[in-house]
């Protein structure tokens, strides 16, 4: 029986700093599947950590207040001069 190491391990990050797409979903009134593009897009912070994906807080905190009093369909909301 041939018995493989992994070579890559990651820690788990601080679980204080960070929630689930769900959470992230829920907070920013989104598809939970919007959230994973959201991060490879840079519009959020996050952490790939196995399958899960793990969001920044504070990065949904900032989101939040910058896209306040927007509706969804704001063309504001995609204005990428803002970086």
């Known amino acids: 029986m ?6 890559h391990t990651k820690t788990m990050p601080d ?4 929630m689930t797409t769900q959470d992230a979903a ?4 989104f598809h939970v599947k919007s959230i994973p593009m959201m991060v490879k897009n ?16 504070k990065s949904v905190d900032e989101y939040l207040q910058k896209t306040k009093g ?9 204005d ?3 970086k």
Do not use: I, Q
Not at 2 to 7: D, E, H, I, P
């Open 15 to 18: 679980l204080t700093e960070f």
């Open 70 to 78: 927007m509706g969804k369909r704001d063309l504001r909301y995609k």
């Open 2 to 7: 041939t018995v493989f190491a992994r070579t």
């Open 26 to 29: 829920l907070k920013l009134g």
């Open 80 to 82: 990428k001069s803002d």
């Open 42 to 57: 840079k519009t959020l912070e996050g952490v790939r950590f196995g399958r899960a994906w793990l969001v920044s807080r």
